[in-house]
């Protein structure tokens, strides 16, 4: 079975920096397509960020020039650099990845909030 782990979420000031990582495990499969979710209270799921097995991003146009993903494939890792931090980035941040056959696998999330 597949998982997908988040870390690199916690507590930073607005303008500062955090890291997400997300490393898959449990099985050898290759994702097509990786990338980050994050949930405000009170607010629906939403698409931060995506990368492609052939290096082809999208980003959420409110967080473009701030924050970017890449990901290594031979070890099944995404990364999540976000970059000058706002209070409306608080949310919980999720892993999502869906393989060639696709199979899509879900992390637990990552608490990130934005506060002074």
């Known amino acids: 079975q597949v998982q997908l782990v988040e870390s690199g979420g916690g507590l930073v000031q607005p303008g500062g920096s955090l890291r997400l990582s997300c490393a898959a495990s449990?099985?050898?499969?290759?994702?097509?397509?990786m990338g980050w979710y994050r949930q405000a209270p009170g607010k629906e799921r939403e698409l931060v960020a995506q990368i492609i097995d052939g290096g082809s991003t999208n980003y959420l146009d409110s967080v473009k020039g701030r924050f970017t993903i890449s990901r290594d494939n031979a070890k099944n890792l995404v990364f999540l650099q976000m970059n000058t931090l706002k209070p409306e980035d608080t949310a919980v941040y999720y892993c999502?990845?869906?393989?060639?056959?696709?199979?899509?696998?879900w992390g637990q999330g990552t608490l990130v909030t934005v506060s002074s």
């Open positions: 449990g099985s050898a499969v290759s994702f097509y397509l």
């Open positions: 999502h990845a869906r393989s060639y056959t696709f199979l899509e696998v």
